[in-house]
């Protein structure tokens, strides 16, 4: 009888929505901080780049990798994250919603649960937040354009940030800082930092120019003691036992809009 009556109910599922996505499109889920501006004004972050919170963000988004094996490249900036599937990628029936509620929800769990780790002296006042989209690409040219926007995207912005707050640093208020650099260009940014401040921008770690990428590389492991794997200092999960070809996640810096990343890294897009 009980049987019945949940099957009597059972139509309801039938207004569920497809929203499986086109096959043989790059998948790209981008997560991005919810008011963080906000977020990193309230958690002390140093600026205008606060490195444990930007390895903070890396290793959230290699849990994501470790967890989701068919994700073949990230790419992070600033409280944001953009992860790219195999095209011929067939978790979760390539269902949108489920793809992007379990990449948002670990990666926001992970940010959290390794808070402390990276924040020891910090905190943590709320939970943070972050939103997420799924966008389909249906080629690689615009899958790399994807990228290459995201990281002149971090250029600007850090560009931006790093003449600020220099500005900032030598007396001046945020609006004063504001209006001198209203109106500049790139090249009106480098000389300020370079004539005033004696910075040379090229020369500032290529982690808040270029941003980081992540993405696998095969490794041979030795037969090694139980324990977890390690992506650089970070401890990531899954264990490696016996001596095979591991896959490990590399986390660099590198410029991505060049065709030589591509080229040096040809497996990553498998062409
Ligand atoms: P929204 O909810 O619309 O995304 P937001 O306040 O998060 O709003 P963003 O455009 O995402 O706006 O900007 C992120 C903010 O977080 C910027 O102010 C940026 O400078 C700051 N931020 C992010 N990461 C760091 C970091 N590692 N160090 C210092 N500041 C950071
Ligand atoms: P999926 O990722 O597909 O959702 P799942 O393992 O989470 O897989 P569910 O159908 O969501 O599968 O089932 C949830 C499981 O968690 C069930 O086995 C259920 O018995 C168990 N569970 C959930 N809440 C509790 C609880 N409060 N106490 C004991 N078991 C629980
Ligand atoms: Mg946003
Ligand atoms: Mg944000
Ligand atoms: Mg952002
Ligand atoms: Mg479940």
């Not at 990193?40 to 780049?49: G, M, R, V």
């Not at 290699?62 to 409280?79: K, L, T």
Request: charged residues 25%; positive net charge; proline residues 4%.
């Amino acid at each position: 009888l009980q049987i019945m009556a949940k099957s009597r109910f059972e139509y309801v599922k039938k207004f569920e929505q497809d929203d499986r996505c086109l096959l043989g499109c790059w998948i790209v889920v981008r997560i991005d901080g919810r008011s963080f501006h906000k977020f990193t004004s309230e958690h002390l972050f140093a600026k205008p780049n606060d490195l444990s919170a930007l390895k903070l963000m890396d290793v959230a988004a290699c849990s994501v990798m470790e967890e989701f094996r068919d994700i073949i490249f990230a790419y992070g900036q600033s409280d944001e994250y953009s992860f790219i599937f195999d095209r011929k990628m067939s978790l979760f029936n390539r269902r949108s919603s489920k793809i992007l509620t379990n990449l948002v929800s670990l990666f926001t769990s992970s940010y959290t649960y390794n808070w402390r780790i990276h924040f020891p002296n910090t905190e943590l006042k709320y939970p943070p937040a972050f939103d997420g989209r799924v966008v389909l690409y249906p080629n690689t040219i615009v899958l790399k354009d994807y990228l290459s926007w995201r990281q002149a995207d971090c250029h600007i912005n850090n560009l931006y940030n790093t003449a600020f707050w220099e500005i900032v640093k030598s007396g001046k208020s945020h609006v004063e800082a504001a209006a001198r650099l209203k109106d500049t260009f790139s090249s009106g940014k480098n000389e300020i930092l370079f004539s005033e401040f004696g910075i040379n921008y090229n020369k500032i770690e290529p982690r808040y120019r270029k941003g980081s990428c992540l993405f696998w590389i095969d490794k041979m492991t030795e037969k090694s003691p139980e324990g977890p794997d390690t992506v650089g200092e970070f401890i990531t999960g899954g264990a490696c036992k016996k001596p095979r070809v591991c896959r490990e996640i590399t986390v660099s810096h590198e410029d991505i809009i060049s065709e030589v990343f591509w080229s040096n890294h040809p497996q990553i897009l498998g062409q």
